[in-house]
């Protein structure tokens, strides 16, 4: 029995519309393709996901989830120092964006390809989207940066920009340095 038919089938599922949705994209990865990579029957697949929507939202949870952990934890690891947090941020967007098979940012292919506003994967971004925002605001504030909402903002943008960066060529330090001067410059910093 290999490693990949060891873990439960859910997580199996899971696991090849993570690697085949971000690679391949949403719309183009078919329920035979994940039921091939994910080493299951079509009754099995469409018993955990009944419905592509279904496993999408879940898809768009599990990066979800995984983004927040490694904020939160270190965010617990640097309690008092809110500058070291955004500066391993940027650092992790620079690597990240520099990586062989780096598409982009997940969540945002995700909501180009999700067009109806209310389908459950947009909600998770938007909600996500929010909670990082938040995160950003809320290190901007210990910082004692004026106006931290709206300039929390700004450094989503410049995240979101320094992916795209990354993703057409500059080093993974480059991007990071770059993400870094430009928020210091938002902040007046």
């Known amino acids: 029995m290999s490693v990949i038919e060891m873990k439960p089938v859910r997580e199996r599922i899971l696991d090849a519309a993570v690697e085949l949705y971000y690679s391949d994209g949403i719309r183009a990865v078919s329920a035979d393709k994940l039921i091939a990579a994910a080493h299951v029957s079509k009754v099995t697949f469409y018993r955990h996901f009944p419905t592509k929507d279904d496993l999408v939202a879940a898809y768009v949870a599990v990066r979800a989830e995984d983004e927040r952990d490694a904020v939160s934890a270190k965010r617990e690891e640097l309690p008092d120092d809110p500058a070291a947090v955004l500066r391993w941020y940027a650092s992790v967007v620079g ?8 598409r982009g940012c997940p969540f945002i292919n995700a909501a180009a390809e999700i067009t109806d506003p209310d389908h459950p994967g947009r909600t998770i971004i938007r909600e996500h989207r929010a909670w990082l925002t938040g995160q950003v605001r809320e290190l901007l504030d210990q910082l004692g940066v004026e106006h931290a909402a709206s300039r ?3 450094i989503m943008m410049l995240r979101d920009g320094a992916m795209v960066s990354g993703y057409l060529g500059l080093a993974p330090q480059q991007v990071a340095d770059e993400l870094t001067t430009a928020a210091r410059s938002i902040m007046g910093r």
């Open 95 to 102: 690597v990240a964006a520099c990586t062989p098979g780096f």
């Open 152 to 154: 929390a903002e700004q």
